[in-house]
């Protein structure tokens, strides 16, 4: 499954996968490592995907840190609210007067409601591992194992308050569970599956 030479191709939306007019292949259809790099890359490119979002329970702002929920866990062994708020303010994201913790600038910036403080952007690395296509319905799919890393990761991002409030990885990626396991050790590798529709193979989801 030989790479080949990519260039910047026009994208298509087709409903919520992304087709990819690939050029500088000979074939555009084809499975291999070259072209479902670009359709990933791609995709992240056209929906200008953050690499990370962290903190997305603090769904709005001003928020007040009451005795409860600065105690609160969201799991046993997780950092308290109290915690996090603590790295977000260290960070320079969040300023706080009594109990009441309210966006900086930067927070401004970097906080979308429902996701939480997001920076970076996906570099797709390479494309690791796909599986032979195979016949679901009328069409084809393949599983598909890839690498990521960081790009234009801001500078707040590696503040040490931070980095240890929400466990970030020196790469700039959280270490969480979802990414994490024995075949997942760190979360710069990533799963996905491209499905071939009229000629052309498109990204069915990110995992």
């Known amino acids: 499954m030989e790479d080949c030479i990519m260039t910047r191709p026009p994208v298509a939306l087709l409903g919520m996968a992304l087709s990819v007019a690939l050029t500088g292949c000979s074939d555009p259809g084809a499975a291999n490592a070259g072209h479902f790099r670009q359709v990933i890359q791609q995709h992240f490119d056209q929906y200008s995907l953050p690499a990370a979002c962290v903190g997305k329970r603090f769904h709005r702002f001003p928020y007040e840190l009451t005795d409860k929920r600065e105690a609160f866990r969201f799991e046993p062994d997780a950092p308290s609210y109290g915690e996090l708020m603590v790295g977000l303010e260290s960070a320079g994201l969040v300023h706080r007067s009594g109990q009441t913790y309210d966006l900086t600038d930067a ?10 403080f997001c ?19 009328q069409r084809l799919i393949s599983k598909v194992k890839y690498t990521v890393s960081m790009v234009e990761r801001p500078d ?6 931070f980095t240890d409030a929400f466990d970030i990885t020196p790469s700039g990626f959280q270490n969480t569970k979802h990414f994490a396991g024995p075949d997942n050790p760190t979360p710069q590798h990533r799963k996905t599956v491209l499905v071939k529709t009229k000629g052309q193979w498109m990204l069915l989801g990110l995992m």
Not at 156 to 161: E, H, I, Q, V, Y
């Open 119 to 137: 920076y970076g952007k996906v570099q797709v690395d390479s494309v690791d591992y796909l599986s032979e296509p195979a016949q679901q319905g």
């Open 156 to 161: 707040w991002s590696r503040d040490a308050g």
């Open 107 to 116: 927070g401004k910036q970097a906080f979308i409601p429902e996701a939480g």
